[in-house]
């Protein structure tokens, strides 16, 4: 697959490494003055304005999800927790991150980045609902 540049998209490690890097910038630029609801919707928000790059390497978490992955999953988890979800915290984290994984997998194959910002409306009127 050829991103917008013209250049292959950069190796596992590199987007692994990469994605992952830009995860933490975004969790120190929050700061600990927003509700866990707040963040959340900041997260999702953040996907949704990076769907063009997420869209040329297929998953948020890059090609090394085991590290992403898991700090999105911890992050997502601490915040439904911090919500008051008790133990449908990890299943409610589980269910943003394999909706946002699926949406960017499929923007990927179809060449449409749109399908990001459609899945990231539809989450945030399901976080809205919790």
């Not at 003055?33 to 919707?41: D, E, K, N, Y």
């Not at 898991?70 to 909706?99: K, N, P």
């Amino acid at each position: 697959m050829m991103i917008e540049d013209g250049h292959d998209p950069p190796g596992p490690a590199v987007a692994g490494a990469r994605s992952q890097a830009l995860f933490h910038d975004f969790v120190r630029a929050l700061g600990t003055a927003r509700t866990p609801r707040v963040c959340l919707q900041h997260f999702i928000e953040f996907l949704a304005a990076s769907r063009t790059r997420l869209a040329s390497e297929g998953r948020p978490s890059g090609g090394a999800p085991e590290r992403a992955l898991g700090d999105m999953m911890r992050w997502s988890t601490a915040q439904f927790e911090a919500m008051g979800t008790g133990d449908l915290a990890d299943a409610y984290a589980l269910h943003l991150l394999a909706a946002i994984e699926g949406a960017t997998a499929l923007a990927a194959e179809l060449g449409d980045p749109c399908v990001i910002r459609r899945e990231a409306d539809s989450l945030l009127h399901w976080l809205r609902g919790l």
